[in-house]
């Protein structure tokens, strides 16, 4: 019995993972389920006794992705000499040309699932909270400064992060034009002389 469940378990993962990479390939909407079950080589019967719908079957990916990430910033921090903020910087390199493949359709079509918006707002505090802990932390490492209103400036983060997608301005323009012209900037201008010293070393 133990047995089964750990490979219902493994199957969900494995079928999750990969719908997600393919809805961030593709967009949400151009997916299919019939040629996804097609790809896993799986009836999409199989795929609705694992998941109730495609928007759970994406929420499921959205969390998967997420762990993967923490995982890999922490394994990075890990690595010894590296700084937190050294160990970001390598993470968000990484980071940076995996999301160049994603397809702009599939940011544009998160907005239009309820449950997704919900799960959103649901991490949102956890979200923040991390965010904040980041910003200290670069401060006690002396790359951010310290004058800063972190609160405020996360709040504002987060609404214009929301009015971005909401705009469907990713028909327009693509990520790396965006994250140069704003995330890098911002990130730019929180940063010490000594943090800018780290993050010019960086190529995004």
Do not use: P
């Not at 967009?27 to 999409?44: E, N, R």
């Amino acid at each position: 019995m133990a047995k089964e469940q750990k490979d219902n378990a493994n199957q969900k993962r494995y079928v999750a993972e990969f719908a997600f990479n393919e809805f961030r390939r593709k967009g949400i909407k151009a997916v299919k389920m019939d040629d996804l079950a097609a790809s896993l080589g799986i009836s999409k019967r199989t795929i609705y006794e694992l998941f109730e719908d495609k928007e759970e079957l994406l929420i499921e990916g959205l969390k998967i992705d997420a762990e993967n990430s923490q995982q890999a910033i922490a394994n990075i921090v890990n690595e010894e000499g590296t700084t937190f903020f050294e160990a970001f910087l390598k993470w968000l390199s990484v980071s940076i040309g995996q999301i160049r493949g994603i397809n702009c359709n599939f940011l544009i079509d998160l907005a239009h699932y309820r449950k997704v918006q919900m799960f959103f707002s649901q991490q949102k505090a956890e979200r923040n909270k991390h965010a904040k802990e980041f910003m200290e932390r670069g401060v006690a490492e002396g790359m951010f400064r310290d004058d800063i209103d972190f609160e405020l400036l996360i709040r504002l983060y987060g609404m214009l992060k929301e009015a971005l997608v909401n705009s469907n301005i990713f028909n327009e323009i693509n990520f790396n034009d965006y994250f140069k012209s704003f995330q890098l900037v911002n990130l730019r201008g929180i940063c010490t002389e000594k943090g800018l010293e780290i993050l010019n070393k960086y190529e995004f």
